[in-house]
Nanobody, 118 residues
Framework: QVQLVESGGGLVQPGGSLRLSCAAS????????MGWYRQAPGKQRELVAG???????RLADSVKGRFTISRDNAKNTVLLQMNSLKLEDTGVYYC????????????WGPGTQVTVSS
């Protein structure tokens, strides 16, 4: 089993920055992909960013140029640097991790609230 815990959420003004962190713990053999989803009230959960263990990084079009995802394999941690935040970035951000073990389920963090407001 893999457990994920997010941190770094909070209230920020438009144009401001936040850095989210997600740390994996538990019985970890290998993790293929880690990343972030977010969900705003009344909307479906959407993929924000993901990164593989080999360094491949992908970002949603809506956050390209503003967000950066990075990963520390040794620490089993993934970071999301969020700059130039907009009102529409508001939501609960969930970390995920895909174990390399065959048929192992995706792990989810409990979520951290990000609120962009004046």
């Amino acid at each position: 089993q893999v457990q994920l815990v997010e941190s770094g959420g909070g209230l920020v003004q438009p144009g401001g920055s936040l850095r989210l962190s997600c740390a994996a713990s538990g019985s970890i053999f290998s993790i293929n992909t880690m990343g972030w989803y977010r969900q705003a009230p009344g909307k479906q959960r959407e993929l924000v960013a993901g990164t593989s263990s080999t360094g491949d990084r992908r970002l949603a079009d809506s956050v390209k140029g503003r967000f950066t995802i990075s990963r520390d394999n040794a620490k089993n941690t993934v970071l999301l640097q969020m700059n130039s935040l907009k009102l529409e970035d508001t939501g609960v951000y969930y970390c995920y991790a895909d174990p390399a073990e065959l048929n192992s389920p995706r792990a989810w963090g409990p979520g951290t609230q990000v609120t962009v407001s004046s």
